[in-house]
């Protein structure tokens, strides 16, 4: 009933920079924190950064300073841009929001997009 779509992964040289985009989509009623996370293989994911609805963010320690979160709220979407990439940043991307739909407005759920795929290489 509602779901999340990832844009804007792919292959780019170290210092080189992408956006990723997020769109949530359906029954939705309201969405809390939407949030990007990443997995490198081999590795847990983890946290990259998050966006409360008051636009309130924090990041991991190895982006600050590099990624910058922000949301539309209009348009149920958030972006992840990311610049001065470093092959350590090679990873899937998923995107994650909180959100309640029409049918259950006060019970919000966890929501995962499909992932996009993030490669930094020379």
């Known amino acids: 009933q509602v779901q999340l779509v990832e844009s804007g992964g792919g292959l780019v040289q170290p210092g080189g920079s992408l956006r990723l985009s997020c769109a949530a989509s359906g029954s939705i009623f309201s969405i809390n924190t939407m949030g990007w996370y990443r997995q490198a293989p081999g590795k847990q994911r983890e946290l990259v950064a998050a966006i409360t609805s008051g636009s309130n963010t924090n990041y991991a320690d190895s982006v600050k300073g590099r990624f910058t979160i922000s949301r539309d709220n209009a348009k149920n979407t958030v972006y992840l841009q990311m610049n001065s990439l470093k092959p350590e940043d090679t990873a899937v991307y998923y995107c994650?929001?909180?959100?309640?739909?029409?049918?259950?407005?006060?019970?919000?759920?966890?929501?995962w997009g499909q992932g996009t795929l993030v490669t930094v290489s020379s």
């Open positions: 994650n929001a909180d959100m309640a739909t029409i049918y259950y407005r006060d019970r919000y759920l966890e929501v």
